[in-house]
């Protein structure tokens, strides 16, 4: 079964901190691997997302990093700011299959 | 370019009634995927439409149906409505040019709330 383990389910940093969102999937085929965030009352908005060719990507504050080997990936967010408070999905496939996604991570960045 | 739009944005519905959501894809996105979003499961993917086809299904009953249109807008139906289907129904399409896999655009779902 196709699945992909994201942890924590909620965290509260304060603002300026790093907070870390890791995700594990079990299917080494999936070669895609997009995160999402969404406030509330609004859809999933695509946040970044990587290949496994690389093992880190960095876009703004927000950095994926990458470990094929141990099939997991995290999210990174420097310099976190009140703003960023929401809920955060990794997700993963490949090919024409479907998104699996994780269980999503409410964050919260205290001032 | 606009995003992904979705209507109606909120509607309530009693047990037993059915519903019909609609889904406008991104211009020139030929993929649409609908998902369910509840506080306890999560983002269940419903189906895919790509090119008028049902390409991918979950494991959802056959209450939930859709269909996509050639213009690539879809409609996604749920018949003999439960409470359990209360829930934010989400749209999402992909461009599709080739096998790889490619980004989804989320619209901002349809709330159903089942009285």
């Known amino acids: 079964q196709q699945q992909v383990k994201q942890s924590p389910q909620s965290l509260i940093v304060q603002k300026g901190g790093i907070p870390i969102i890791n995700c594990a999937y079990e299917n080494t085929a999936f070669d895609y691997f997009p995160w999402y965030q969404q406030f509330p009352g609004k859809g999933p908005a695509l946040l970044i997302a990587?290949?496994?060719?690389?093992s880190e990507k960095k876009e703004g504050r927000f950095t994926i990093s990458f470990n094929k080997s141990a099939k997991q990936f995290s999210l990174h967010i420097m310099d976190s700011q009140p703003g960023d408070s929401a809920t955060y999905f990794c997700a993963a496939n490949f090919g024409n299959e479907k998104l699996t996604f994780g269980t999503g991570t409410r964050l919260t960045i205290i001032p | 370019k606009a995003g992904v739009t979705q209507t109606p944005r909120y509607l309530i519905k009693t047990r037993g009634q059915q519903v019909t959501l609609s889904c406008s894809p991104i211009?020139?996105?030929?993929?649409v995927s609908w998902y369910q979003q509840t506080p306890g499961q999560g983002l269940q993917f419903l189906f895919e439409y790509f090119s008028e086809t049902q390409r991918n299904k979950g494991n959802f009953p056959g209450r939930f149906s859709g269909r996509q249109f050639s213009n690539s807008r879809s409609e996604m139906n749920v018949s003999t409505l439960e409470l359990g289907d209360s829930a934010l129904y989400l749209c999402a399409s992909s461009l599709v040019v080739g096998p790889g896999s490619e980004t989804q655009y989320f619209g901002p779902g349809t709330r159903l709330l089942v009285l």
């Open positions: 211009s020139g996105h030929r993929s």
């Open positions: 990587i290949r496994p060719d690389v």
